[in-house]
């Protein structure tokens, strides 16, 4: 046996190094060279083949002890180091307490959350009452109740995610269920008729997603119930809700539109508030498709306990997260519940 590769000599040396190994690279760096192919081991393992037949099962042992050696004092070096590390850590040295401190992120409100609370203030200030209706909603309030029967091809515009096996829970597809949850809600209460209430919240459509159609977006539902109320009123109403958005008179035209909850129906269309004609916002036709509107059908104020020989309202649906889009110059809907910061940053 060559003494160049007896495990004990080969140790010796290599152990001083590792003992002197002052960090966690050093001994990486150390144990990639002691354990690779030209280290100590390494020669061994080379040397075997040409080692007569008899001397090979006691190198190749050798090698297996030098290698456990080598790794042994590598390990106890390392649980020395990091032993170290801490206890400097811990010690406090290179603390400077003069040093500022990272600066706080301040959060802000999420600009459908800031469209929410101005339309609350403005809705609030004229006598709505603010409520809320689940996400999670029955297919009897979602449609049914909202003269939209089963294999009624209004259906077929509003596909939703379906949450039981009956099909009796769905993700709402539009906040005009809670007309029906409100109705019912002041009556037994009796706390009207008459009453008017905004819904602002989140939607849910099983469609294909784009930069105008999203998954899940924003709607606010109005409802207004009293004696005698007819269309000049919703009229009224609508420009004064387009007044306080844009800060200024809109110029606003109806076109007949069809909803089954609703008899007469209307799509109100809104003069481009950015343009005097033509522009990206628009698509140069001037006039932006933006509140669905109508005069409560006879059939949903029933379905809410409220006698429609007594009784009429009217009801819109604004498209919450359109109108955040116009008012923002956002492109795309999908940004919206995107999470991402570069974009909830510059609000
Ligand atoms: N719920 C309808 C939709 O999401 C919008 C709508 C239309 C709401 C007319 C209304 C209304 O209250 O009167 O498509």
Known sequence: MTSSHDPAVLLGPASD???????????????????????????ILASIPTLPGEERRAAGQRANELKRALEEALQVRRGELEAAALEAERSGAGFDPTLPPAPLERGGLHPVTLVVRDLEDLFTSMGYTVLDGPE???????????????????????DTFYCDPEGQLVLRTHTSPVQVRAMEHIVREKLGPPFRAIVPGKVFRNEAVDASHEHTFHQMEGLVVGKDVSVGHLIGAMKTLLRGVFGRDIE???????????????ELDARCPFCAGGCRVCKQSTWIELLPCGMVHPNVLKAGGIDPEQWSGFA???????????????DDVRHLLSGDLRFLEQF
């Not at 354990?35 to 100590?40: A, D, I, T």
């Not at 606003?252 to 209307?266: A, C, T």
Request: net charge positive.
């Open 136 to 158: 999670v909603e029955l297919d009897h309030y979602n449609f049914e109740a909202l003269n939209i029967p089963k294999d009624h091809p209004a259906r077929d515009a509003q």
């Open 17 to 43: 190094r590792i003992r002197s190994a002052q960090d966690r690279e050093a001994l990486q760096a150390l144990e990639r060279d002691l354990l690779g192919k030209s280290g100590p081991v390494g020669q």
């Open 252 to 266: 606003i035209r109806l076109r007949p539109g069809y909803f089954p909850f609703v008899e007469p129906g209307f």
């Open 316 to 330: 819109f649906g604004l498209g919450l997260s359109r109108l955040v889009m116009l008012r923002y110059g956002i």
